[in-house]
């Protein structure tokens, strides 16, 4: 017999979470080869497009785990697309992870109205579709090795 509750917990959430990851690394030769490392944890990465007035531009908000760049949010002010910022910004997200951070591959995620073509041009690759999320949109993950 099972009691089960609702409410929001943080600190059940952070039992969770490190129970998880206890599971996880124990399953995983992989994972526990990465415990203790620098490279377990996550490293946030931020490259920022300010105007001449100082003004935010477009942004890259992700962060780098393992040999992985995770790009979370890419944006640009409208009066700047089509400049080329977009695919400059990324590049020099890409780069970074891969100097200074040593990543070998990238991914995101975004939706049909976004930018799935954009991200194509820039070497990406769909590995996944998940229709209907929401209800009439469609998310794409995409890929890319950065070698």
């Keep these: 017999m099972?009691?089960?509750e609702t409410e929001v917990d943080k600190d059940r959430r952070e039992l969770?979470?490190?129970?998880l990851l206890d599971t996880n690394t124990e399953a995983s030769p992989v994972l526990r080869a990465l415990r203790g490392t620098p490279a377990?944890?996550?490293l946030p990465l931020h490259v920022w497009a300010m105007d001449s007035a100082g003004?935010?531009?477009g942004g890259l908000v992700g962060h780098t785990w393992t040999?992985?760049?995770h790009v979370t949010y890419l944006w640009v002010d409208g009066v700047h697309r089509g400049s080329g910022l977009?695919?400059?910004?990324?590049?020099?997200?890409?780069?970074l992870a891969r100097e200074?951070?040593?990543c070998l591959a990238a991914r995101l995620e975004t939706w049909d109205f976004q930018a799935p073509g954009?991200?194509?041009k820039q070497g990406y690759e769909v590995v996944c579709v998940v229709p209907d999320y929401p209800p009439g949109t469609t998310e794409y993950t995409l890929t890319k090795h950065l070698g």
């Design 2 to 4: 099972f009691r089960m």
């Design 100 to 102: 200074e951070r040593g």
């Design 118 to 120: 954009f991200y194509k």
């Design 67 to 69: 040999t992985w760049l």
């Design 86 to 95: 977009g695919s400059r910004l990324l590049a020099k997200g890409e780069r």
């Design 16 to 19: 969770l979470r490190q129970r």
């Design 55 to 57: 003004e935010l531009a």
């Design 40 to 42: 377990e944890r996550e």
